[in-house]
């Protein structure tokens, strides 16, 4: 039984990614690239987020991963195609 629960947090986890432009990021990832491209850094993102720098860095690491990025450059030049796509103003939340 508790197995069952498990699976059904992660999915409810992946029923929040949001599927535009070919990108698929939670609404946290969302909120940490909104920041990313706003020149924020690390201390300033995870503070923002009440979340630690070690979480914020594993949130990155990721999403790099699903999508084959290998850098914040990369994650955000995806993201901005990704707001462009859904129609999104960057600046909002």
Known sequence: MRGFHKAS???GAMS???PVGGLRI???ENEI???IASDQSDK???RA???SQHTLRTHLSR???RHGLHSRAAA???WLGYVEAAGVAVGQR
């Open 9 to 11: 947090r992660l999915e």
């Open 16 to 18: 929040d990614e949001s």
């Open 26 to 28: 939670t609404p946290r």
């Open 63 to 65: 999403l790099f991963r």
């Open 44 to 46: 300033e993102i995870a």
């Open 76 to 78: 955000v030049a995806a």
């Open 49 to 51: 987020l009440r979340i």
């Open 33 to 35: 690239l909104r920041l």
